[in-house]
């Protein structure tokens, strides 16, 4: 059973940044797949980042160029860098992992951005 355990979240300024991590409970060298969704009340989940196996990393267009995904498999973490932080940044960011094709899912963290 995996367990993701995210952190860093907060409030900020708009133009302020933000790192939230991401802890798995075990190796994270064999998952298929470790990313960030975001969700506000009455909307989906949405991707924001991914990052796979192999090191290649997508963005969401909405975040490109402000926010940077990466990993460290010596620490079993994933971090999300954000910055250049919007006001519609705001929402419940959640870790999400993909092993032997299941998916994992944090608690989530919220972010809130302030205009």
């Known amino acids: 059973q995996v367990q993701l355990v995210e952190s860093g979240g907060g409030l900020v300024q708009a133009g302020g940044s933000l790192r939230l991590s991401c802890a798995a409970s075990?190796?994270?060298?064999?998952?298929?797949?470790m990313g960030w969704y975001r969700q506000v009340p009455g909307k989906q989940r949405e991707l924001v980042s991914v990052?796979?196996?192999?090191?290649?990393?997508y963005y969401a267009d909405l975040v490109k160029g402000r926010f940077s995904l990466s990993r460290d498999n010596a620490d079993n973490t994933v971090y999300l860098q954000m910055n250049s932080l919007k006001p519609e940044d705001t929402a419940v960011y959640y870790c999400?992992?993909?092993?032997?094709?299941?998916?994992?899912w944090g608690k989530g963290t919220l972010v809130t951005v302030s205009s």
């Open positions: 990052i796979s196996d192999g090191g290649s990393t």
């Open positions: 999400n992992a993909v092993h032997f094709g299941r998916n994992y």
């Open positions: 075990g190796s994270i060298i064999n998952f298929n797949a």
